[in-house]
């Protein structure tokens, strides 16, 4: 036999037709709310708008800090507000947000004309 593994069909660092749909989905949902919502971008005043209860969807990139993100989590369950882990790193979460730099925390404060209140704490 060759040296190929012909039964090891992922590969590492692609991501799956599934992850990659759902992540368009969220992306071109964040465009939207970038267009027409109102959003904060950093850590900070993603817990400061959660303590003041502005906050309606929480997302927090893959690569965040495990501490901050289960700070994150805990404020958040404390004011039941949803939480969405971004599938993508704190670049990714940056370039969806049409950004030019990275973001770690994103709080959806009003998600304007798009749906992803209603759509993503159910994923």
Known sequence: ?????????L???????????AMESINSRLALVMKS??????????IKSIRQGKAKLIIIANNTPALRKSEIEYYCMLAKVGVH????????????????FRVGA???TDPGDSDIIRTMPSE
Not at 11 to 21: D, I, Y
């Open 11 to 21: 590969r590492p660092g692609v991501a799956s037709k599934k992850t990659k749909k």
């Open 1 to 9: 036999s060759s040296g190929i593994n012909a039964e090891w069909p």
């Open 106 to 108: 994103l709080c959806i």
């Open 37 to 46: 919502g109102k959003f904060l971008i950093g850590y900070r005043s993603t």
């Open 85 to 100: 882990h971004y599938s993508g790193s704190n670049i990714d979460l940056g370039t969806a947000c049409g950004k030019y």
